[in-house]
């Protein structure tokens, strides 16, 4: 089955988002009172926060950004346009991450207080392993709490690693707590 292209947003008001598809056909609408597709109500919305409730979601896409580009230096990651980003050239250096909205939005404008986000980075190495050695989010160093414990102290030869990252904000500040991982696969 093809799927429809996403062409338009209308924010009617504060509480209402519609989504409609190219032909102007209503794919979602979501208000104060649930989410809506053209069949009907969804989900209804949770009155203590906002929130939607019982949601059953099946088959979800990510936007990828798959690029003949070498990890070095500081890679902008824009949380807005991709979930995935693999760079599929040998990197030529360790590299810091910078977490942010888009070019123009911050990560802080784009995160609310006690949601998280996830995002894998997928650096290709060649013989000589390069590795992510710093994380930033909107320019401002954080300290990832890395899975197992330790930071990764260098990449995997001739392989490509995976970095996990799930972003929390945990306050206006902002403040953030970063889970991350790297996985080897070759």
């Known amino acids: 089955?093809?799927?429809?292209?996403?062409?338009?947003?209308?924010?009617?008001?504060?509480?209402?988002?519609?989504?409609?598809?190219?032909?102007?056909?209503?794919?979602?609408?979501?208000?104060?009172?649930?989410?809506?597709?053209?069949?009907?109500?969804?989900?209804?919305?949770?009155?203590?926060?906002?929130?939607?409730?019982?949601?059953?979601?099946?088959?979800?896409?990510?936007?990828?950004?798959?690029?003949?580009?070498?990890?070095?230096?500081?890679?902008?990651?824009?949380?807005?346009?991709?979930?995935?980003?693999?760079?599929?050239?040998?990197?030529?250096?360790?590299?810091?991450?910078?977490?942010?909205?888009?070019?123009?939005q911050t990560f802080a404008n784009t995160a609310i207080v006690g949601t998280s986000i996830s995002v894998t980075f997928l650096n290709t190495n060649g013989a000589t392993p390069y590795y992510n050695s710093a994380v930033t989010i909107d320019g401002a160093s954080v300290s990832p709490k890395w899975q197992g414990g330790s930071a990764p102290a260098s990449g995997n030869a001739s392989a490509v690693d995976a970095y996990n990252y799930v972003i929390i904000k945990t306050s206006a500040t902002p403040t953030y707590t970063v889970l991350a991982s790297q996985t080897k696969f070759a």
Do not use: P
């Open 1 to 104: 089955m093809a799927g429809t292209l996403v062409t338009d947003y209308l924010q009617t008001s504060a509480n209402t988002l519609t989504i409609q598809n190219a032909t102007g056909g209503l794919l979602f609408l979501a208000n104060t009172t649930g989410l809506y597709n053209s069949a009907g109500l969804l989900s209804s919305v949770n009155q203590t926060n906002g929130a939607l409730a019982n949601v059953t979601i099946t088959g979800i896409q990510e936007t990828d950004n798959v690029s003949a580009t070498a990890a070095t230096g500081t890679i902008n990651f824009d949380v807005l346009t991709q979930s995935v980003l693999y760079y599929t050239t040998n990197a030529s250096g360790n590299f810091t991450l910078n977490f942010r909205g888009n070019a123009g």
